[in-house]
C-alpha cells in the first residue's frame, strides 16, 4: 500500500533519476537535481532554476507530510497546483509541452518498474507457497485435522492467498473493490469454520492470536537492534 502512495507523486523525480538508490536527499537537493534534468531538455534561464529549484522543493516538502497523513485528495490538489506553477515560471507554451512530455515518459517508467516488481514477485511464489505448506503442517499438527480436512484448508489458504495478491496489485482501489475484497475474505472465513466446528476454530483464533503476538515482538526485536 505504502508503495502505491509513494508512488503518485514520486515518479517524476525517482524515474528521471533526481535521487539515487538507498539515498536520504534532502528536498533542496532533490529539487536542484530535478531542475538539473529539465535544464537537460528545456533551455532555462538562471531565474527560471532558482525559482522552479524552490517551488519544486516546495512540493517535495507537502508531499511528504501528506504521504504519512496518508491524504490522498490533498496530494491530487498540490500536484495539480505544481503544474500550474511550473508553467507560470516557464512562461512558454512550448517548454511547458517539454516539461509535461517528460512527466509522462517518466510515469510510463514507473508502470514498468511496477509491472517488473510483480513479474519477481510472481516468481517467488514458489517459496511462497513452500512456506504456506510448512504452515498448514503446523495447523494440522495443533488441530489434530483430518486428511480431508487438511486438503480443504489447503484449497482456502490458496484461495486466500490469491485474493490477497490481486487486491493488492489493483491500482486505484475503490470503495467497491475493498468491499468485494472484505465479502469474498468472509466467505472463506466462513468455509473455514464450517470445515472445522466450533472448537477447531476457537483452536484456530487463538493461534492467529498467538502469531500475532510474536510477529509484533519479532519486529520491535528488529527495530531495537
Do not use: C, P
Not at 531542475?35 to 525559482?51: G, N
Amino acid at each position: 500500500m505504502k508503495k502505491y502512495l509513494l508512488l503518485s507523486f514520486a515518479l517524476i523525480f525517482s524515474l528521471l533519476g533526481f535521487a539515487q538508490k538507498g539515498d536520504r536527499v534532502t528536498s533542496e537537493r532533490r529539487a536542484e537535481q530535478i531542475v538539473k534534468r529539465l535544464s537537460d531538455s528545456i533551455d532555462l534561464t538562471k531565474e527560471q532554476k532558482k525559482q522552479l529549484e524552490t517551488s519544486f522543493s516546495t512540493f517535495h516538502e507537502k508531499m511528504e507530510v501528506l504521504r504519512k497523513e496518508k491524504n490522498k485528495a490533498a496530494m491530487k490538489e498540490v500536484r495539480s497546483a505544481q503544474d500550474v506553477e511550473v508553467k507560470r515560471i516557464l512562461a512558454s507554451e512550448e517548454k511547458y509541452t517539454k516539461y509535461l512530455a517528460m512527466k509522462k515518459n517518466a510515469q510510463k517508467k514507473g508502470k514498468e518498474k511496477i509491472r517488473e516488481k510483480r513479474q519477481k514477485k510472481s516468481k517467488g511464489n514458489q517459496g511462497e507457497n513452500s512456506w504456506s505448506e510448512k504452515r498448514l503442517e503446523k495447523l494440522s499438527d495443533s488441530l489434530n485435522l483430518t486428511s480431508s480436512q487438511k486438503d480443504s484448508m489447503r484449497v482456502i489458504m490458496k484461495e486466500k492467498q490469491e485474493l490477497r495478491e490481486n487486491f493488492s496489485q489493483k491500482e486505484n482501489k475503490k470503495e467497491e473493490d475493498k468491499e468485494d475484497y472484505k465479502q469474498k475474505m468472509q466467505m472463506l472465513e466462513q468455509r473455514t469454520k464450517l470445515l472445522l466446528g466450533d472448537e477447531k476454530y476457537k483452536q484456530l483464533e487463538e493461534l492467529r492470536k498467538k502469531e500475532v503476538v510474536n510477529t509484533v515482538k519479532q519486529r520491535r526485536g528488529n527495530t531495537n537492534k
